[in-house]
């Protein structure tokens, strides 16, 4: 026979009679039962899960590509596909993974560098790259998508190509080649004298090109693309210098020949300001000459002139007795000069005759 309690029986007879009724809260709102609390809450929680699980798995293949970018899908570590184009695109989450290689001009500036020239002179090259890549697939393969494996070999290839070419070049060809053209003097015509007219040398200016030291440093750079899947667009020389210690030797050998050249041309003129000067003298001894020539010949005309005169007054009676009358009195005023007025003539005297009237 079962025991009776009948403390049991009164408890399970109030909560029987606690779930038949309605509860409400002192606004009026139904009260929840506390086990649907519970139950509400779980299902948020998985939901939540859920939704962070989805994007999670959306966003891990999505694959961004920018226009500056090439992006290489791998699926455990290989190359399925390369997505060259700016855009979105799809891979399998968790499973393949997503690689990206610059796809603009990337600068590299070269670490400076000491190189000899052909006639030993040493000179320090400053120098920059312009490059980028073509082939993204061998540039995976090859420098494992690293850029700074890529400017490393970069470095060593521009280097020897650099160190050949200037290796060849003397120091002046070098410095002339920097901008790819050289200005020369040239003379078109010789010096010559003739008459009094100097006709200086004709000096003019003359701008050659020749192949920059860009151009012959980018000759010797051979098939980098095939192998590494990049291009070198361009390698220009930013600075050449000289080391310190060299400096000075060379300011001072550039300021003797500079002092040779002033020398030359110093010589030079002095030499074309001689062959004016001579030149002016014998063109000055010349006209002196020819002056003193033709002094005398009008002096010849002349007296010739005056014999002429001379011999028609003799060879006439009435103009020879004036003739001597004009020469007497010349006499008579020459013999009177000076202090001495005093004339002494005899009868006979033609002068006599002319004051005594027997002319």
Known sequence: MADFNPNMNNANNANNASEAYEHFNSDGTKKNPKGGKKKHFGLKIIAALILVAVLIVLGNSMVVTKQNQFKLIRQFGRVQRVVTDAGLSFKIPFIESVDTIPKEILLYDLPASDVITSDKKTMIVDSYVLWHVTDPLKFAQTLSCSVNNAEGRIDAIVYNAMKNTISNMMQDEVIRSRDGKMTITIDESESDVTNNDLVLSNETETVIE?????????????????????????????????????????????ISERENIAAQYTAEGKSEAKMIENTTDKEVSIMLSDAAAKAEATIAEGEAEYMRILSDAYANPEKMDFYSFVRALDAVKASISGDNKTVILSDDSPVAKIFNGQY
Not at 239 to 252: E, G, H, I, R, W
């Open 210 to 254: 020749i192949t920059s030291l860009t151009e012959e440093i980018m000759a010797q750079i051979n098939h980098v693309e095939d192998q590494y899947g990049i291009e070198i667009i361009v390698v220009d020389v930013k600075k050449l210098d000289l080391p310190d210690d060299n400096k000075q030797a060379v300011y001072t050998r550039m």
